[in-house]
């Protein structure tokens, strides 16, 4: 093809652009090259290492050490980890080390996986980034400044603010409303500066660029083939051109490339163009990818003034340099999201949002324990003598967890996206880790209470069942009340704490193991301490022994009622009480009728129902539902014929049983609903056990195509306003989308941790324990709890990506309920009281003794104040200095030496969790002192603040700054100056999360 064949391409152009310098190119193209590694999606993480992603690294670096002008990006630390611990060799490693010295090789997002944004909490963000921070900064010194979150499935507005607290200059994602990113494309808007939270300054803001309507896939630019996997199909799902690069074939690329650039040119605001090279598992043939492009590039620049642009391999940094020297005026984006992701009109990636539900509360539990061991085990290695405990072998079972936890935040991970061999993997690297964490707190128990108990106190003789020994740790930093709760085999228990007196229990049959029972033990545990308790077989007569029993709760059962069709309900009401509600059950259809918050004096209409959507799936008739896409038939339809309740109450808890049955003469119900009230002491640690509802569900094995919810219906006004949260971090109002072609499925929202609705009066709140789906309707809310979907798409079924979930789920929410001022101040506490529940661990009483006596030796409790949250205490394990360049100098003279893990460093982590002006009490700053916040862990000798992972000091963390036209700084930012950098006092401010390092004395 001749230059002149694209002189209309041309004219175009240089009406976009104004006339400059002849012999100077207009736009600068920077092509990116990048290999996007899924850690888990058709393929485990085994069979990709085997497959590709050995052959990218090996090949990439082995192509930029060949040529200087080459550049090339790496993301995800678990794949390059892998490779550089047991690959690469020690010559490969010395070129990397020259390649990222250099510039050429550039770590961007830098966590061990690029996370989900929608149904990720933002400890697990945190805590994924951290893990691969600190590998690149023990490694290599370097910290990433550039995120690439390009394929997760929506953007969360806490995303933007965490990245900014890690240091990040820019942001770049993708997966954006289809006809949103149309808008912004059409008003050259892909560009802003985003302040994703409404609290901070503007100083956690990030600028932000949304890839365009190509995504982060070149296509038609890929020369280097399929990756082969065991079983691949002969037509593979990314069919990839390559024809080489020739004299013959030039022409056409060159034409697809410009193209491609003309119209890329009219979306931005400056003459930068990013242009990434590469899509999902490629580059693992690096010599013909490069090659082949280098080919390309030399034309275009040799012909540049007469295409009026000019190409250049280069990194994210390189990219952004140049679009940060231009000193535009950037559009200010607030502190609003891009969910949900809807990629066409059809096809609303909110099923995501309840997929592989088990496995999603599998990987919360995993997180929660993780959060309980790092403080544990770094209290335990400050202060106590560890005499059956080695500290290098503890830090390596939480490392294991560490890793596991992070990898399923993974965005075909936690989403349950992936295939099912993929599960499998998920879910062993979890419960491995997991099992070293108890084996850990077992070993941190068995330090805690060997030297002090001399067993000396005899069980009761008979043939009763041995007794166990239960150790209860509280891992917030707070003092908590709440009731902890036992199966046993046997209803005459004595329970007993670590001074022999007796504690309030309660016993009762258990809901679902016919055989055994459940005990509720009343427990006050201060923040980072311990209980201990004795749980003992009674003898049958307590009178001649003064043992005291547990009461024995007693039980009303009420017979199956059928789903009524008449309307007719409320004539028949049964009250449950305690000191904060009253829930009128309604014995007619033995549903929940209503609540009454005691406090306010309010009562409001509250009645649950399970209801099921019934799925698209044939893939023939159009746009079906899958792991991703939720695309129901219709509305969601009653799940049940009869339910049957009974009310089991007693001192300490009341619970409601409710079974509903699919059909009326059913054996076994397919949904349950158990509700708790508890009857806790009215003192302020017992605030938040009397005012919430407790529930647990039962739901499962779904019908084929199902997708089961719970719908709460009210008679709050709420004008279908939803408020949900963003990954547990703050919250989003959601008012409802009107839609022509998917209204139900478009109106679906992440609930990570925590949504409400609400009118004037009151205000409806639902704590989640994992992650669901969420949608709000006129006086209703509704959660998807579960599905079991099967479509008949060949692609699906060759991959095995179906959601053939037969599993029985039993998910966790707790419901509160009174005006605004109430629950805004009860909401984020109890969602932590909920997601960091006490960690119980029981140990059998062996032979014929029971540990009894003074007890463990006393520790000073940890206590924050009440707005304050203890975001994670850990120890890092990873080499470090204060001074980074006294770290650059260490790493380059001894490259290969262990790390030996600083047991006396301590990464302390602390949020605010309120936002400004949200409660008149909570939402002020807070200053502490940390020294004595802290004495309960040992001498605090010196307090570094660091970047939110960790690898920079503050002082020395300079973000770049963006023209905005809104230069306003936002509420939240500081009117006083801050205290000298490094001194106990810190203020922290609405919704800020600050990150030290405390340095505690030698014992």
Not at 717 to 728: A, C, E, I, K, Q
Not at 746 to 757: D, E, G, K, L, T
Not at 805 to 831: A, F, I, K, M, Y
């Amino acid at each position: 093809m001749e230059p002149r064949g694209w002189l209309p391409l041309l004219l175009w152009l240089g009406l976009m652009w104004p006339l400059g310098a002849p012999s100077e190119p207009r736009l600068r193209v920077f092509v990116v090259p990048h290999s996007h590694m899924d850690v888990g999606w058709l393929h485990t993480v085994q069979e990709s290492m085997q497959a590709y992603v050995i052959n990218v690294y090996n090949t990439v670096v082995e192509e930029l050490t060949l040529e200087k002008k080459r550049r090339f990006i790496a993301v995800e630390q678990e794949y390059f980890r892998l490779w550089w611990d047991g690959v690469a060799s020690e010559e490969q490693k010395g070129q990397v080390r020259q390649l990222v010295a250099e510039g050429r090789l550039e770590f961007v997002l830098g966590g061990q996986v690029m996370h989900d944004e929608a149904v990720t909490h933002y400890d697990d963000q945190i805590l994924q980034l951290t893990e691969g921070h600190g590998f690149l900064y023990d490694t290599f010194g370097v910290r990433p400044q550039f995120s690439w979150q390009v394929d997760s499935f929506g953007a969360s507005a806490t995303t933007p603010t965490l990245f900014a607290l890690a240091g990040f200059n820019a942001h770049v994602i993708s997966r954006i409303d289809y006809d949103l990113k149309e808008a912004m494309q059409k008003n050259r808007q892909l560009q802003f500066v985003w302040r994703g939270s409404r609290s901070l300054s503007a100083q956690q803001e990030i600028f932000t660029h949304v890839l365009d309507q190509f995504g982060y896939c070149s296509e038609g630019f890929n020369w280097d083939g399929e990756a082969i996997f065991p079983g691949t199909p002969l037509n593979g799902l990314y069919p990839q051109i390559q024809i080489p690069v020739t004299e013959d074939s030039i022409p056409n690329f060159t034409s697809l490339l410009l193209n491609n650039v003309l119209t890329r040119a009219s979306w931005f605001r400056t003459p930068h163009i990013l242009w990434p090279w590469g899509c999902d598992r490629e580059f693992f043939n690096a010599s013909l990818q490069f090659a082949n492009m280098d080919i390309i590039m030399e034309y275009i620049n040799s012909h540049a003034s007469e295409f009026n642009f000019s190409m250049e391999y280069a990194t994210l940094g390189d990219y952004f340099q140049a679009v940060h020297s231009d000193q535009v005026a950037w559009q200010v984006g607030d502190h609003h999201d891009f969910l949900p992701y809807s990629s066409d009109m059809h096809h609303a990636w909110t099923g995501f949002y309840a997929s592989r539900s088990a496995f999603k509360a599998l990987a919360r539990r995993a997180s929660t324990l993780l959060y309980a061991g790092e403080s544990m085990f770094t209290r335990h290695v400050l202060l106590a003598p560890h005499p059956h405990l080695d500290p290098a072998w503890g830090l390596q079972q939480l490392q294991q967890l560490r890793w596991a936890v992070s990898e399923v935040q993974h965005h075909d991970a936690i989403t349950g996206t992936h295939a099912l061999k993929v599960d499998d993997m998920f879910v062993e690297h979890l419960s491995t880790g997991m099992q070293g964490v108890h084996t850990l707190m077992a070993s941190i128990i068995q330090d805690r209470i060997q030297p002090q108990f001399p067993l000396a106190c005899s069980l009761s003789a008979g043939p009763e069942p041995g007794g166990r020994f239960a150790v209860v740790y509280n891992p917030l930093a707070w003092t908590v009340t709440t009731i902890i709760t036992l199966t046993v085999d046997f209803p005459n228990v004595s329970v007993t704490d670590e001074s022999g007196r007796p504690v309030p229990a309660q016993v009762q049959h258990s809901k679902e193991l016919p055989s055994a029972y459940d005990l509720h033990v009343l427990t006050t545990i201060p923040g980072l301490s311990y209980r201990h308790y004795s749980i003992r077989p009674s003898r049958s007569s307590q009178e001649d022994t003064g043992e005291t029993a547990p009461f024995v709760a007693s039980t009303q059962q009420f017979g199956r009622r059928l789903r009524r069709r008449d309307g007719r309900v409320g004539g028949n009401m049964v009250p449950v009480v305690n000191d904060c509600y009253i829930v009128f059950l309604d014995l007619d259809t033995n549903l929940m009728h209503s609540i009454w918050e005691r406090r306010s004096n309010q009562k409001v209409r509250v009645t649950q129902r399970f209801m099921e959507y019934h799925a698209i799936t044939d893939f023939s008739k159009g746009p079906f539902a899958d792991n991703y896409v939720f695309r129901p038939d219709g509305r969601a339809e009653p799940a049940w014929e009869a339910v049957r309740m009974e009310i089991v109450a007693g001192p300490l808890v009341t619970e409601v049983r409710q079974d509903f049955y699919r059909e009326v003469n059913d054996s076994e119900p397919m949904f349950a609903i158990y509700s708790r009230l508890a009857h806790g002491p009215q003192s302020s640690d017992g605030e938040l056990l009397c005012h919430r509802i407790e529930q647990e569900y039962r739901v499962g094995p779904l019908e084929l195509n199902r997708e089961a919810i719970l719908r709460t219906s009210t008679d709050l006004n709420t004008g279908r306003v939803l408020y949900s949260d963003n990954n547990g971090y703050q919250m989003q109002r959601r008012p409802y989308r009107q839609d022509t072609w998917n209204a139900i499925p478009r109106n679906y929202y992440p609930m990570v941790q925590s949504a409400f609705i609400q009118d004037r009066r009151s205000r409806l709140v639902l704590l989640s324990e994992q992650a669901h789906g969420i949608l709000a309707r006129e006086r209703q809310v509704e959660v998807m709890l579960h599905r079991r979907l099967v479509n008949n798409d060949t692609a699906n079924i060759i991959a095995d990506l179906t959601l053939n979930d037969t599993s029985v789920v039993h998910p966790v929410l707790w419901l509160l309920l009174g005006p605004r001022n109430l629950t805004s101040g009860l909401r984020q506490r109890s969602g932590l009281a909920l997601q960091h529940r006490p960690i119980v661990m029981l140990r059998e009483m062996s032979g014929k003794h029971a540990p009894r006596g003074s007890g463990p030796r006393k520790q000073e409790a940890v206590t924050l104040p009440p707005s304050v949250h203890l975001q994670i205490l850990s120890i890092p394990g990873w080499k470090y200095s204060s001074s980074h360049k006294k770290h650059l100098r260490t790493l380059r003279k001894d490259r290969n030496r262990e790390a030996k893990a600083d047991l006396r460093r301590v990464l302390l982590r602390l949020q605010h969790l309120y936002e400004v002006d949200q409660d008149p009490v909570l939402s002020q700053p807070v200053t502490l002192n940390l020294q004595s916040v802290l004495r309960g862990l040992g001498s605090v000798v010196s307090v570094e603040e660091r970047s939110l992972t960790g690898t920079w000091n503050v002082s020395e963390m300079h973000r770049w700054t963006w023209s905005t036209r809104n230069p306003h700084r936002h509420r939240g930012s500081s009117s006083q100056p801050p205290p000298p950098p490094g001194g106990p006092e810190v203020t922290i401010y609405p919704k800020e999360i600050r990150t030290f390092f405390i340095h505690f004395q030698e014992q």
